[in-house]
């Protein structure tokens, strides 16, 4: 299976930026595309794509959100951070079978 | 709008079985794939498995391979988990989610608890 490594968690100030960070034990490119994908979750909710195919912006998303990385390292961004932004982020990788999700980074305000 | 709702979660007893639904509306449900995911108290995603549009593919992680079985109905725009010989490790917030080509997911239900206990 793929493992993917993410920071526990993470504290910024509101509107700076924070970076996410995922690492893989194994490439998740195919084509030309990189098959990683984030997502957010507030306590008591479900997931919510964000980002699909490393760097894509899913719908509704606003623009302060970013994903960037190819092969084994992967980022997330969210510049300028709002309070509505604490929450937990994962990131998923569907290169290869099964599925995998990262541990999660728990993102909070100092 | 997409929406999932999910449903049959509950106390269980360790060793018998459940099975969950997923009723899905607001999109055209026979043209996506769709997935199961999981989440322990306080933990993190598990992925549990997928089905294609036609039920000819269904993919699972491996250590649940034997223990669970992800079924569909297009006609009724349902997903279903079936669960057996379930221990205390399978206590969690079930989630059913939609497909995408890519492979991510991009509408999820609300969830629903099952928890094993005697």
């Known amino acids: 299976d793929i493992v993917l490594t993410q920071s526990p968690a993470l504290a910024v100030s509101l509107g700076q930026r924070a970076t996410i960070s995922c690492k893989t034990n194994?490439?998740?490119?195919?084509?030309?595309?990189?098959?990683m994908h984030w997502y957010q979750q507030k306590p008591g909710q479900q997931p919510k794509l964000l980002i699909y195919l490393a760097s894509n912006l899913a719908s509704g998303i606003p623009a302060r959100f970013s994903g960037r990385g190819s092969g084994t390292d992967f980022t997330l961004t969210i510049d300028p951070v709002e309070a509505d932004d604490t929450a937990t982020y994962y990131c998923q990788q569907s290169r290869n079978l099964p599925n995998t999700f990262g541990a999660g980074t728990k993102l909070e305000l100092k | 709008e997409v929406k999932l709702v999910e449903s049959g979660g509950g106390l269980v007893q360790p060793g018998r079985s459940l099975k969950l639904s997923c009723a899905a509306s607001g999109f055209s449900f026979n043209d996506y794939w769709m997935g199961w995911v999981r989440q322990a108290p306080g933990k993190g995603l598990e992925w549990i498995g997928e089905i294609n549009q036609d039920s000819s593919t269904i993919n699972y992680t491996p250590s649940l391979k034997d223990k669970f079985t992800i079924s569909r109905d297009n006609a009724q725009n349902t997903l279903y988990l079936q669960m057996s010989k379930l221990g205390s490790e399978d206590t969690a917030i079930y989630y059913c989610?939609?497909?995408?080509?890519?492979?991510?997911?991009?509408?999820w239900g609300q969830g629903v608890m099952v928890t094993v206990s005697s």
């Open positions: 989610a939609r497909g995408t080509n890519y492979g991510g997911y991009s509408g």
């Open positions: 194994q490439n998740v490119d195919y084509y030309g595309n990189s098959y």
